[in-house]
């Protein structure tokens, strides 16, 4: 085998997990800001509607895990791709 060949192989293995550790940060970023604008969103239409206090909390944990539960399967489809 030749060894720019080699290198070449080497190379495209690190350069794969340099991009799914990017790909990985990405994703728990997009994550937080999501989950920072639901939160934000509820608290603000909690201090507009303080009746309604019950039924806005429930429907922002449902779609906090829901955008949790996306960001961790976009983070295992990363580490799956260094395999």
């Given at each position: 085998?030749?060894l ?5 192989q080497?190379?495209a293995a690190a350069f ?8 990985a ?25 303080p009746?309604?206090?019950?039924n ?5 944990l ?7 539960g ?9 580490f799956i791709?260094?395999?």
């Amino acid at each position: 085998m030749l060894l720019s060949t080699l290198l070449l192989q080497v190379a495209a293995a690190a350069f794969s997990k340099v991009g799914a550790a990017i790909g990985a940060g990405l994703v728990a970023i997009g994550a937080g800001i999501g989950i920072g604008k639901i939160g934000s969103s509820a608290m603000e239409s909690m201090a507009r509607q303080p009746e309604m206090a019950g039924n806005i909390r429930t429907n922002m944990l449902i779609i906090a895990a829901l955008v949790e539960g996306v960001a961790m399967f976009a983070v295992i489809i990363c580490f799956i791709a260094v395999v």
